[in-house]
């Protein structure tokens, strides 16, 4: 069984910094690129940024590039997201995800407040 669980969110202010963990199981983790998007509220969900199988290669979208990192342990199954400079614009849901053969997979979320 698929399964991916975020932490790390929580209330910061502008320019202020978080790390989301997101801890994967019930599939070879370390053989599959990962992502995670966001969804604030009244908008659809958009994609943040991806990191390959080996750690190797991450994309980002614009607005987040320079400010938020992405990385990943698969030690540990798990993949990071450092960010830093948030933004009351960053205010959203924060979701890990893993397309595989048989789908995509989502976690339960996690929320990111930017505040001040």
């Known amino acids: 069984q698929v399964q991916l669980v975020e932490s790390g969110g929580g209330l910061v202010q502008p320019g202020g910094s978080l790390r989301l963990s997101c801890a994967a199981s019930g599939f070879t983790f370390s053989t599959y690129a990962m992502s995670w998007y966001r969804q604030a509220p009244g908008k659809e969900r958009e994609f943040v940024a991806t990191?390959?199988?080996?750690?190797?290669?991450?994309t980002y979208t614009d607005s987040v590039k320079g400010r938020f990192t992405l990385s990943r342990d698969n030690a540990k199954n798990t993949v990071y997201l450092q960010m830093n400079n948030l933004k009351f614009e960053d205010t959203a849901v924060y979701y890990c995800n893993v397309a595989l053969a048989a789908g995509r997979y989502w976690g339960q979320g996690t929320q990111v407040t930017v505040s001040s």
């Open positions: 990191i390959s199988w080996g750690g190797s290669y991450t």
